[in-house]
């Protein structure tokens, strides 16, 4: 496993050891001991799957009181990830990365406690896969509005389909 770019502080873009051959391939996701090596010391205790369509928008998300920090893949398909950094300490406060994964590149991206996430689906159907480093507590459950003009995301996609609770969320200058 190596970091391609920490864009933001925290934030890594991780290529992991694919072993292929005629048979297919093999990657491990993820290792205790190679994380901390890393400089990721938290504890993973949820796994999340969600299996969305082209065009499909999700997110601005984070939690509150009960901060994720989230280790993010793509089974199959593929999605351009956005991750905005809501530190409000952090002198890249605000400042948001975008990054393409995908089942061909096999590019994962660690989000640590205090971003905002989201992403929108590239392919016909994708599996997108996550470690969590703490429990979903829906009543912290918080976001912020995917077209935000002061964020001014380079979202890939026109006309995303994206929900009415996501469509509903306060903007950045809000939260």
């Known amino acids: 496993m190596i970091i391609l770019n920490e864009p933001i502080a925290g934030l890594l873009v991780l290529q992991p050891r694919v072993f292929e051959d005629e048979r297919g391939f ?3 996701t993820w290792q205790k001991e190679t994380f901390r090596k890393l400089g990721v010391e938290n ?7 969600s299996r969305s369509e082209k065009g499909v928008l999700r997110g601005l998300h984070y939690q509150v009181q009960y901060p994720q920090g989230k280790l993010i893949s793509v089974r199959s398909g593929s999605v351009f990830d956005v991750a905005v950094d809501i530190r409000r300490d952090s002198p890249t406060f605000g400042k948001w990365h975008g990054e393409v994964l995908s089942e061909e590149n096999k590019l994962q991206v660690y989000v640590p406690p205090g971003f905002a996430h989201g992403f929108c689906v590239l392919s016909d159907n994708t ?3 996550y470690k969590c480093t703490d429990y979903y507590h829906p009543e912290d459950e918080a976001g912020i509005r995917w ?4 964020l001014k995301i380079g979202w890939p996609v026109k006309d995303p389909t994206v929900s009415d609770k996501d469509r509903a969320l ?3 200058r809000e939260i």
């Not at 504890?43 to 799957?49: C, I, K, S, T």
């Not at 077209?147 to 002061?150: F, I, L, N, V």
């Open 147 to 150: 077209d935000d003009p002061d």
């Open 26 to 28: 093999f990657l491990e």
């Open 127 to 129: 599996d997108f896969t």
């Open 170 to 172: 306060p903007l950045f």
């Open 43 to 49: 504890d993973f205790v949820q796994d999340n799957w």
